[in-house]
């Protein structure tokens, strides 16, 4: 007797967990740097440690993870009918290189006052595009690269200006010929289309639904504005060495919001020939 009702706790044991992974699916890389793609069921309230994750009308929830995330971060999920499911993710940890940068003019490593004043208000527009929300899906199509060229440049790089520590490097940086296309990693609404910042130079920020936008900076010859709509694939400007720049490239970002993803993780290695799509949410690690 006492066999068969230890059995069957650990047999209801057992189809609760499933019963809660079924209502709860997770899928992506599990890495500081990932992006996650989830399902669960519409009303429900999501959790990802202190910070309250969005739910769509059809269940569906993104999320990622900074370069500096925590090795365990918590997901907590309250369901409609109050069933309450935790998760533990294990979050891989990484080692980034040191990468040196000489050659800058020094009003690009040490700015003025003046510029410093500058740097801030473009600051400002740039949080606010990313802070963009739209219940759009079209990430969900996948992304691909904008442009084709030898990577001199890798996410989460330390980065030591003129020998001076500065901000680790939260792109790709994909080098090419001045006047190289650059296209649209995938389908979205631009939110932010400017020629001249001070850092980034001419810049392009496309939100693709969910908080998830890409970012395009030191381009040159915008052929794109704020409120367009693009698909993806579409040309919106130029390969360019515009802003803090040594020579033409491409500086290509993935954000969540204010949170920024390694484009690698997520689209995958820069193919040889033809163009492939890294698709967003279809990955084998499953949580």
């Known amino acids: 007797m006492i066999r068969l009702f230890s059995l069957s706790v650990l047999l209801a044991s057992v189809i609760g967990a499933a019963a809660a992974a079924e209502r709860l699916r997770l899928e992506g890389k599990f890495s500081q740097g990932g992006l996650i793609q989830g399902h669960t069921e519409p009303g429900t309230r999501l959790f990802l440690g202190n910070r309250q994750i969005r739910v769509d009308g059809n269940g569906r929830f993104v999320f990622g993870f900074g370069r500096n995330a925590e090795k365990i971060v918590r997901l907590v999920a309250e369901f409609p009918n109050g069933a309450r499911n935790e998760r533990a993710l294990n979050v891989a940890q990484r080692k980034y290189r040191i990468q040196r940068i000489n050659g800058l003019p020094r009003k690009m490593v040490t700015p003025s006052k003046s510029a410093l004043k500058r740097i801030r208000t473009e600051g400002a527009a740039i949080r606010a595009a990313r802070a963009t929300f739209s219940a759009d899906t079209n990430f969900a199509d996948g992304f691909i690269w904008p442009a084709r060229g030898r990577i001199s440049g890798v996410y989460g790089s330390q980065r030591i200006l003129n020998g001076e520590p500065r901000r680790p490097h939260l792109g790709v940086d994909i080098a090419a010929p001045s006047g190289t296309p650059v296209i649209a990693a995938a389908t979205g609404v631009v939110t932010l289309a400017e020629p ?62 204010q949170e920024r993803l390694d484009p690698m993780l997520i689209v995958g290695p820069m193919p040889k020939n033809r163009p492939q799509s890294g698709r967003v949410g279809f990955f084998p690690q499953r949580r």
């Open 196 to 257: 001249d910042l001070y850092f980034t130079g001419g810049t392009v920020i496309i939100h693709h639904g969910h908080g998830l936008s890409t970012v395009y900076s030191h381009l040159i010859s915008l052929s794109v504005k704020k409120g367009d709509k693009v698909d993806k694939g579409q040309r919106i400007a130029k390969v360019g060495s515009t802003g803090r720049s040594t020579g033409p490239h491409l500086d290509w970002r993935i954000n969540w919001f």
